[in-house]
């Protein structure tokens, strides 16, 4: 019985000894963020506000700016949509993020529609034929290339909605931090991406 101890205690420090220390845990590693395309996201954005409302359309999709993104060739890392439903008299924003802490596609708050208000003329994606990268190079042949060589950390913002008078949908490619202190704005079609004006400069 000693013996048999005595083994069994041998063989038990042979294991204690040969053993490997565990290892420490790896840390996941922090995934880049993602940059799209008006078209890219607004598609991923439809797709969700479709789980609320059957008849959601969209009538503005805008970017905005953080860290991972200036704007810079159409692509942004957030972009929010704001669709209208005429079946539940309703608009609902969604936002979709390439970044962390909150990527992918994230609802906002439903509030009241009124389809006479022309500020939410919602409009058919089929009249999206142009992507933002395109709106972009159209707007840097008219003023944007140089602001970029003189102020090369000035951001890009890219707002997608109906324009009432020309009745056509738009892009406003704008140089800066928002709509309202633009340092250059310009207008493009969205359809056949022609240039339409400056509205700043």
């Known amino acids: 019985m000693k013996k048999l101890f005595m083994a069994m205690f041998a063989l038990a420090l042979l294991t204690a000894c040969s053993s490997e220390p565990p290892r420490p845990a790896e840390k996941p590693q922090p995934q880049p963020p993602e940059l799209l395309t008006a078209r890219s996201a607004l598609q991923k954005l439809y797709i969700s506000a479709h789980g609320w409302a059957a008849d959601a359309r969209p009538y503005r999709l805008e970017s905005s700016t953080n860290t991972d993104s200036k704007g810079r060739d159409g692509k942004s890392a957030i972009w929010r949509a704001h669709f209208a439903s005429a079946m539940q008299h309703a608009t609902k924003p969604y936002v979709w993020s390439g970044s962390d802490p909150e990527r992918g596609v994230n609802p906002g708050l439903q509030d009241t529609y009124n389809p006479n208000n022309a500020s939410t003329h919602a409009f058919d994606i089929a009249f999206l034929k142009i992507d933002s990268d395109k709106a972009f190079e159209v707007a840097q042949k008219h003023g944007g290339d140089k602001l970029l060589v003189k102020e090369a950390d000035t951001p890009v913002l890219y707002i997608l909605e109906w324009d009432n008078v020309a009745n056509e949908l738009v892009y406003h ?29």
Not at 173 to 201: C, P, Q
Request: charge should be positive.
């Open 173 to 201: 490619v704008i140089y800066g931090n928002s709509r309202d202190d633009a340092k250059l704005k310009i207008m493009v079609n969205a359809t056949n991406g022609e240039f339409i004006r400056v509205e700043k400069s």
